[in-house]
């Protein structure tokens, strides 16, 4: 039942935000960008609490494999088209070249790192400087996308282009989906981390080792 519900708040969740950026609720010049952090904030909020205060959601998400939590970074090879976005002039350098290469490097890291986790090791240390990396680069992204944009907030944007690239539908589901949702995930590798969990099913037979 936890995973049901898990999979239907995520779902409602994704669709909600679908229907935001086809309402181009994310794409509003000179208008505080509201709606972009309630679906940054809410979410991540949300699940936060829950798995604080649930401790069945607790179990269930402390027993996501390892190397689900580490794949599922892939998809930030998506750094590619911010670093094209920049080539063709619809994202500043400022933006596109940082978090794009910042993305790359992250998604880098994830196929490295599937190696050993794939042959049961859990080298920690690099674990943890991956997540560090990795979730610093997404609040790194949406800082800089908002510092940058079209909005009230957009107050590096005078004389550059915007990144209002981001806040139109379909990419706008990068900020207001998949940013958040894998800033969740990686509060959950860390939570992990700390726990020494590896994985659900081999975590007892895990080698660990230091970096």
Known sequence: MTRLLTILAI????AAAVWGGLRGLFNQPNVPPVFLGAFILVPIAGFSLAYFLSGTFRAFAQGLDMRLLVGSHLWRFVGVGFVIG???????????????FADIIAAAGAAILLVPLSRGEFPRGWLLAWNVFGLLDLVSAITVGVLYSNGTLGILSAGTVTTRLMAVFPVS?????????FILVHFLIFMKLRQGHGSSSTAAATQVHSA
């Open 11 to 14: 779902s409602a969740w994704f």
């Open 86 to 100: 920049w080539l063709t002039g619809d994202l500043p350098a400022q933006f596109g070249i940082p978090e794009g």
């Open 173 to 181: 589901l990068i900020p207001t989906f998949f940013v958040p949702l």
